[in-house]
């Protein structure tokens, strides 16, 4: 499997489906909605997004997620695995509506910047209506594909996991990147590498919790964030009082300690790779590997701790 093409409801896990078969494969990831949309959810003009799809089906080697009817039959004919996410339409509308919730300050990392995420009426429909007026023609593509290609249609997380454990792990990234459990799908907080990848590469940030400590007597937090500078990613560690409550979670607002050791550099570090930066930050701050949130995040997650420590 070199060109495996990704296709399914919204709400079906597409994005974190394919982020997980490519990282696991060693196959170069392409998440169309972040192709197609401009910021503020400006459509590509049709001539442009056929020119633009063509040049990514050229590539030697690919995984691909999108619907996007219009050049379906081109991608199809592509690829030498479609795999068809089936799921029941009642849980693709309870992922969608989970991850508009979880992405409610900002957008997805798998889409453009600058189209938070969204849920219109006409959405809802789409999925609901999905089995009725989609499925059909999905399934009747897939069965006209040439012998040389492959159909893979998985009905539920137990058979996409299965799926996927049947694909012999890339050795590449295995010592830092987690098995993701079935809990760790679409609509879910966490980012896993691929989704750490994609928001760098566009300019954001991803951010994790630490916890907190005692400061001399007073009560502090920690957090790490990862950005991309040029050739380098940067490793932050951040320190502040906790000055938080049920009611202000925002520990950006927080007054910050300044004292680091001499060792930390001012609390930053500079790595060639993000794979490097994760490897430091768990070896240094205790970090956890799969529990990066997107930029931002981290308040939720310091709001998650106000509420444990009652």
């Known amino acids: 499997m070199q060109k495996i093409l990704v296709i399914g409801s919204s709400g079906a896990g597409k994005s974190v489906f394919a982020a997980r078969l490519a990282e696991r494969a060693g196959l170069p990831l392409i998440h169309l909605d972040a192709i197609y949309w401009k910021p503020g959810w400006v459509k590509t003009p049709k001539d442009e997004w056929v020119r633009t799809v063509d040049g990514l089906l050229a590539r030697d080697r690919w995984v691909m997620d999108g619907n996007y009817a219009g050049t379906l039959d081109r991608r199809l004919a592509a690829c030498d695995t479609a795999v068809f996410l089936d799921l029941p339409r009642t849980l693709c509308l309870w992922r969608a509506f989970k991850r508009r919730i979880v992405h409610r300050r900002g957008g997805r990392p798998d889409m453009t910047p600058g189209c938070s995420e969204r849920l219109t009426g006409e959405f809802i429909r789409w999925i609901w209506e999905y089995p009725r007026t989609q499925r059909p023609g999905v399934l009747a593509r897939l069965a006209a594909l040439r012998p040389d290609q492959r159909a893979v249609i998985l009905r539920s997380t137990a058979e996409i996991d299965d799926f996927l454990r049947s694909i012999p792990p890339n050795p590449a990234v295995a010592e830092i990147q987690p098995a993701i459990s079935p809990s760790n799908i679409a609509g879910t907080r966490y980012l896993i590498l691929p989704f750490i990848r994609t928001a760098l ?110």
């Open 201 to 310: 590469n566009r300019g954001a940030c991803v951010e994790q919790f630490l916890g907190g400590f005692d400061d001399g007597g007073e009560p502090a937090i920690r957090w790490i964030t990862l950005c991309q500078e040029e050739d380098a990613v940067v490793l932050s560690l951040h320190e502040a009082y906790d000055q938080g409550d049920e009611s202000f979670w925002d520990v950006y607002d927080f007054t910050p300690l300044t004292e680091y050791d001499e060792d930390d550099a001012a609390g930053e570090h500079r790595l060639p790779t993000v794979e490097e930066a994760i490897a430091l930050a768990v070896e240094r701050y205790g970090a956890s590997p799969d529990r990066f949130v997107n930029g931002g995040v981290v308040q939720d997650e310091y709001g998650d701790y106000v509420k444990r420590r009652g």
